[in-house]
Structures are given as structure tokens and as C-alpha cells.
T-cell receptor, first 114, second 119 residues
Framework: NAGVTQTPKFQVLKTGQSMTLQCAQDMNHNSMYWYRQDPGMGLRLIYYSASEGTTDKGEVPNGYNVSRLNKREFSLRLESAAPSQTSVYFC?????????????FGPGTRLTVT | AQTVTQSQPEMSVQEAETVTLSCTYDTSESDYYLFWYKQPPSRQMILVIRQEAYKQQNATENRFSVNFQKAAKSFSLKISDSQLGDAAMYFCAYRSAPLSNFGNEKLTFGTGTRLTIIP
């Protein structure tokens, strides 16, 4: 049971390049989330997916797209990377069938855009 | 929209002593959940403790306990007998309680408090 996995762990992009961050969970969770973490700002929600086939915008969705490929996988795509997207990205998942649950986080991807 | 404020960017404590990290939040909701997450240098986000707003009793998990003051919208974390492994960033987070349509339970985080343990 690996929990939430993310690939890659580190990435350097040039402005204008595109890339996809991959996230997978093996806990049979319904909901999945993408956050970004910037110094002094905590974690902010980019997109989330309540169930397979559905996605919704979070607090900071501009410049990103997501795909909920199946119940296990939720990817985040940067179509044209900008220096403002330099950040640490976290994927999380949760079992949204009861009132009481927690979000489980992946190890993060550190992205630098030059 | 809900907001979470952590007014202490950095705290330090002597090993084996007790430290309290502060968190306040703003909401118009009556039913919600509050969490403290720990982020060590490895970057992994680890849940430390959670509190359900409808419960008056403060949550405890071993050396970690909270002081939940609903009327004051305050949710502080107390770490007793501090250990070197407690050194980390600590984030307070808020989540609405789902009335229905499970899956939209987004977390709102504070900006974090960096805790240093002095040997």
C-alpha cells in the first residue's frame, strides 16, 4: 500500500514549456486534490475531483488543467509554464463517503520555471 | 469564504518543554472541522490532530492536544514534552462539514508556523 504517489519529484522547465504532473492513489479514495505551496502562503487548492469523471476549480486554477483519468489517477497539466508557477505541488486524496475523514498527501513535486 | 490565520511565523522551544501554536479562523458556518498538519523537512504532510466543531471536548493525540474555543474561533495546538522529531512546519487547516454531495470538502490552510526544537 503506497498511499499517494507523485511523479516526478523534481522538475525544471523553461518558460513556455509544458508538462504533466502525475498523481496516483491506491486507497480506493473518491476525492482527489491538487495544491500548490509557496513560501509564506501555505497550501492553496488548484483543482479537485470529487469523483471519477468530475473536476472543479479551486482557489488558483489559472494556467492549469487537470484530468481525472480513472479513480486512481489525477493529473495536473501546465500548458505553457510561467515563472509564477514555480512552486511545490502536492496531490492529496480522501474517502468522501463519511463525515469524518482526512486528506492523505503525496510527497510533493518541486517545480522550477526559469 | 473561510480564512485561517497563523500569527506566529516561527516558534522555538527547549527539548522536553511545552509549546503552544496559535491559529484563528473566520467562518460563518456552524459545522466544520479543524486540523493541524505537520510538515517536516521531508515535505510530507502528516495529520497531527483533528477537531470536529460540534464536539465540545478538546481532541488529544498522545503529546498533542488542542484548545478549541468555538466562540472565539481559536484553535491552538499544544505540544508537550517536545522532542527533536517535532521540529517542522505546522499548518492549521479548516474544512466545511459536508451537508451532502460528498467530495467537495476542500481544505483552507494557514500560512504555517516553523517550530524549532532546542536541544
Amino acid at each position: 500500500n503506497a498511499g499517494v504517489t507523485q511523479t516526478p519529484k523534481f522538475q525544471v522547465l523553461k518558460t513556455g514549456q509544458s508538462m504533466t504532473l502525475q498523481c496516483a492513489q491506491d486507497m480506493n479514495h473518491n476525492s482527489m486534490y491538487w495544491y500548490r505551496q509557496d513560501p509564506g502562503m501555505g497550501l492553496r487548492l488548484i483543482y479537485y475531483s470529487a469523483s471519477e469523471g468530475t473536476t472543479d476549480k479551486g482557489e488558483v486554477p489559472n494556467g492549469y488543467n487537470v484530468s481525472r483519468l480513472n479513480k486512481r489517477e489525477f493529473s495536473l497539466r501546465l500548458e505553457s509554464a510561467a515563472p509564477s508557477q514555480t512552486s511545490v505541488y502536492f496531490c492529496a486524496s480522501s474517502l468522501a463517503e463519511t463525515r469524518i475523514y482526512e486528506q492523505y498527501f503525496g510527497p510533493g513535486t518541486r517545480l522550477t520555471v526559469t | 469564504a473561510q480564512t485561517v490565520t497563523q500569527s506566529q511565523p516561527e516558534m522555538s522551544v527547549q527539548e522536553a518543554e511545552t509549546v503552544t501554536l496559535s491559529c484563528t479562523y473566520d467562518t460563518s458556518e456552524s459545522d466544520y472541522y479543524l486540523f493541524w498538519y505537520k510538515q517536516p523537512p521531508s515535505r510530507q504532510m502528516i495529520l497531527v490532530i483533528r477537531q470536529e466543531a460540534y464536539k465540545q471536548q478538546n481532541a488529544t493525540e498522545n503529546r498533542f492536544s488542542v484548545n478549541f474555543q468555538k466562540a472565539a474561533k481559536s484553535f491552538s495546538l499544544k505540544i508537550s514534552d517536545s522532542q527533536l522529531g517535532d521540529a517542522a512546519m505546522y499548518f492549521c487547516a479548516y474544512r466545511s462539514a459536508p451537508l451532502s454531495n460528498f467530495g467537495n470538502e476542500k481544505l483552507t490552510f494557514g500560512t504555517g508556523t516553523r517550530l524549532t526544537i532546542i536541544p
